[in-house]
């Protein structure tokens, strides 16, 4: 027996029909790629997305197929952002930082048919266009007067020319709601990357969650400026659920240093950004250095690595902005869980409260997840025993796009499909989970693990230290034990002892590092993450040469 | 081309799941019908409702199946919520407020299967029991202890002796999302009740979108007291969405008056109430009697019917709770609009403030509505201009129950489908839905529409006057003129005059009503709302009949 409620896709393009009639003067402001700032209101966003719906269509891109973007943020990637989706094709964020044959390895797997790019990366894509066969066109984001007149790149399109010839009198199709609509692909450390390819069901519900008071608690009073890419994972989700809540979305484009980023947030009345912690740290640092405060900023999401404690008291206790502890993955489009306090623990002395509030947080309504031993065996939550992590909910991946065959999901006794996220966490007795570790970058001493990700919080809380990272190297007794590489801040002392020292009392004995390598720099990826494998590969026979010595 | 996301169904046992696993010891709280107060967690809940599966299995109801109840706000109920539409059965919660005659057609007509009833229902059933042939098993929601000896109801079921046969080893079933969950009667004034059959997606949808910040704003922080009647539209869904979000919930079971109440809102820190105007008038009048405060309590919603101005700034202005207008009906699940300011009204001067909060709200997404005249053009949104409330979403209904080949859907040029509400309203520039009047209910005055709502809010304002209803009583020369019928506070004075002239300068001169006439009493319906049909039948001549003496 059926209910008999009305039968209504959840699409993409219901979101922007939202923001259009119910919030249709709400603003999108945009820092642009060609200098100043552009602003208009959700209502011209939603014309200009159902232009490029047309531009696409006479283009002949057709339902399902990709739609690549090399951009920041800004208000020409919203409207492709719903446009390409709401006609029923896909929208293929890249990422620009990622290296040139890895971008064209991507397009190519995806099969790619037209890419859209900002001038910033013009010369990126003139760099690698013939490497780049099933793309037919390529488009230039901008104005005819900002073309170039010479781009080595044959047949570019205008943006702003192929939209101006349509009038916008398109309507959304009504797509199955399991279409796909987007598609971000995962870099690991090893192997090709692996594509996600949401649907719009995946997406809207993604969307409603993350909107929820325990999560982002996004409102129509909100002003949101996601420092996060919207080649990131769509930017958290962002761009979709400003226009569900219909708040006021602010798009740095590729201003994303502490001054730029700071003088939007004051002239625009930022409420909540969004970003990862290296982000932040050079906001902090701008703050700091010119002894500014923050006028309508009052919450920060901070996810993508997890926030240095230090990062986090220095936001809340100066600058009063609340910084809430997100984690996801580009496989869980992107967010798990949120670190948002119940109602038990808001009495807690402050001390606990922060120790809660590092965590990763609780999974938000839809997602579910649990950490289990090497047998797949669920382990307790008591907040200290750790396992993997296995996630599972309707925005989770369920196969990697083109590896249909293989799927990395894991069945349960009771038949549940689990997803396995890499990570080594821990969960409370409250459902608070704190990621230990990548499974990979565990330290594994004496049969014991250490997790690397607390080692490198406390040496980031010594003022000397602008960056750390701890790796499991080579040793001849216990097999593994932690080594810490670190950059020293500009004019900073601080030697291996005081740093050794310095862990005392924070830490079982056990787990402090067997000794200190300081470097100038540390390679971040593209996703603004330390990449670990290099620092194993360059130093993991650290220990065993300093005990021969 | 398909998303490569998780399929999971969208089931009212994955809100329990969730409590259950993410908030196990977060506490249900409720008044017993048998006296005193019962408490347990979440993960109590989540084994008794297995149970409530156990023993509804193992009394022959099977997938589809309706098993009914009649049953005030209390934890048994709930546990039928999560039971029996987890099991695949479909819970139908009866109006005990309806006449025995309605209630018995009402079962027979949803073939229910099994009833379980509170005591304070006993004579009730026991006066109907031989009228319901499909009911195979009548369930006491009580204890042994509580049983009677004699019910004059043959082979009575006592629920706690059911339940205390089973272990709770249960895994909810993998249902398709679209199966019916539950079942709502809704009673027009004409005709007979008509049964709306929602399901486990719509139920989902409608929570996650019931508790965003810009809807009710439900969190893991807050302490939940549903005055609403989980017997009318689920308790506007509110067992549901404090599940989804974790927080604790307190059941009021019989004791919806002022006083019940506000001990049960000191003792347990309750921070959000729902429910009717009447209910929160009681309310209202007890803590203004007795000099008292809300220690704890920060928000409540109305909705059922428009709340008075007057009762929303005593709330607001003395007692400091906010006061949330919501609008919706038994074919929305129920909710469809709520009345939270936009980011760009929060700096209007307070009387405006006021002007928008005092009507119905704006709609949450899922939910979007049109005002249409009688050709079904849609009207603009200009906060002026009338027309007839036309909604849509995936939990607005689109047949009832036993009456699949009618559909009281109507479709536009687009082919949309859209629910007409039977009401009449405005709708401003920001989205603010305000119901002007029900479509029957509306004054036709020499060819131009009166709303009686803002009628009966000005009288209400008027300090003497306890209730008010606006009426369309006949006129030889306007067809039809607004009659207002009063009923005056205990001890207090005021005149036909003195309220004719109250209406000066607060509306244009010709809505004034003609007349007033003072009674001792206005019949409430079993929803609370003012039984206009019966008021229309005792006046309606009564402007003929004064004209002509």
Redesign the interface.
């Known amino acids: 027996?059926?209910?008999?409620?009305?039968?209504?896709p959840?699409l993409i393009s219901?979101?922007l029909?939202?923001a259009e009639?119910?919030?249709g003067?709400?603003l999108v402001v945009s820092r642009l790629v060609e200098g100043g700032i552009h602003r208009y209101s959700y209502q011209d966003l939603a014309k200009r997305s159902r232009c490029v719906a047309q531009a696409m269509t006479n283009l002949g891109v057709s339902?399902?197929q990709r739609v690549a973007t090399l951009a920041w943020n800004g208000h020409r990637h919203l409207e492709l952002y719903y446009g390409v989706s709401g006609m029923g094709a896909?929208l293929h964020t890249l990422n620009p930082r990622l290296h040139p044959d890895q971008l064209a390895w991507i397009v190519e797997h995806a099969q790619d048919q037209i890419l859209c790019f900002d001038a910033t990366f013009l010369p990126l894509v003139a760099a690698v266009a013939t490497k780049l066969p099933s793309i037919k066109h390529f488009v230039l984001m901008t104005d005819r007067a900002h073309m170039p007149e010479n781009s080595g790149i044959p047949d570019l399109l205008c943006y702003e020319d192929l939209l101006s010839t349509f009038d916008g009198d398109f309507?959304w199709p009504h797509l199955?709601e399991?279409?796909?609509?987007s598609l971000c692909y995962t870099s690991g450390t090893t192997g090709h990357p692996k594509g996600?390819?949401?649907?719009?069901?995946?997406t809207v519900?993604h969307t409603?969650?993350s909107?929820?008071?325990?999560a982002l608690?996004?409102?129509?009073?909100?002003?949101i400026l996601p420092v996060v890419p919207m080649f990131h994972v769509n930017a958290w989700g962002l761009p979709y659920s400003a226009c569900?809540?219909?708040?006021?979305l602010v798009l740095p484009g590729p201003g994303l240093d502490g001054q730029s980023l700071y003088e939007l947030f004051e002239a625009e009345g930022v409420t909540l950004s969004a970003g990862v912690p290296t982000v932040w740290q050079g906001l902090l640092s701008h703050v700091q250095a010119k002894n500014l405060h923050f006028t309508s900023m009052r919450r920060t999401i901070i996810g993508g690595s997890a926030c240095p404690p230090a990062m986090m008291q220095a936001f809340e206790d100066t600058y009063s902005v609340q910084v809430i502890h997100a984690w996801g993955m580009t496989e869980l489009?992107p967010i798990g869980t949120v670190g948002?306090?119940?109602?038990?623990q808001?009495d807690w002395p402050l001390s606990q409260r922060r120790d809660v509030q590092a965590k990763q947080g609780?999974?938000v309504?839809g997602i579910?997840m649990k950490i289990v031993d090497t047998h797949g065996q669920e382990m307790p939550w008591d907040g200290k025993t750790s396992g993997e992590l296995l996630v599972?909910?309707?925005?989770?991946?369920?196969?990697?796009?083109g590896n249909?065959n293989e799927t990395p999901?894991v069945h349960d006794a009771?038949g549940h499909?689990w997803?396995p996220t890499g990570d080594v966490a821990t969960i409370d007795?409250d459902?608070f989970m704190n990621i230990t570790d990548r499974s990979k970058d565990v330290i594994k001493s004496g049969g014991e693990w250490i997790g690397s990700i607390d080692l490198e919080n406390i040496a980031m809380a010594h003022p000397a230290v602008a960056m750390a990272a701890c790796i499991a190297a080579r040793h001849p007794k216990w097999d593994e034990r932690p080594l810490l590489i670190v950059v020293k801040k500009p004019d900073a002392h601080v030697d291996r002892d005081e740093l050794i020292a310095f862990y005392k009392g924070k830490i079982a004995n056990w787990w402090t590092p067997d000794d200190v390598v300081f470097v100038d720099a540390i390679t971040l990826g593209a996703t603004g993450k330390i990449l670990k494998h290099r620092l194993r590969e360059q130093f993991q026979d650290h220990l065993l040469q300093s005990l021969k010595s």
Not at 178 to 181: F, L, P
Not at 211 to 214: G, I, T
């Open positions: 027996m059926l209910g008999q409620m009305m039968q209504q959840l219901s979101l029909l939202h009639r119910h919030h003067d709400q339902s399902g896909v309507v199955d399991n279409a796909a609509s996600v390819l949401y649907s719009h069901r995946s519900l409603y969650a909107a929820l008071p325990d608690n996004l409102s129509a009073r909100d002003t569900m809540v219909g708040a006021k489009s948002i306090l119940k109602g038990s808001l609780r999974a309504f579910d599972r909910g309707p925005w989770v991946v369920a196969k990697y796009m249909e999901i009771a499909g997803f007795a459902g």
